[in-house]
């Protein structure tokens, strides 16, 4: 399964936004900038 995502950045907080190949959101999130948090979210969806 093909899945797109994208981050916008700030230094405070990031948007999480998480597509599959038909253009369906699977995540729409905010979360704190640190790489964790990040990476924690994006976690639920495997790894590449």
Do not use: W, Y
């Amino acid at each position: 399964m093909s899945l797109f995502a994208g981050l916008d950045i700030s230094v405070k907080t990031t948007a999480i936004c998480v597509l599959d190949a038909n253009g369906r959101v699977l995540l729409e999130t905010m979360v704190d900038s640190a790489p964790e948090a990040i990476a924690g979210r994006l976690h639920e969806f495997g790894q590449p």
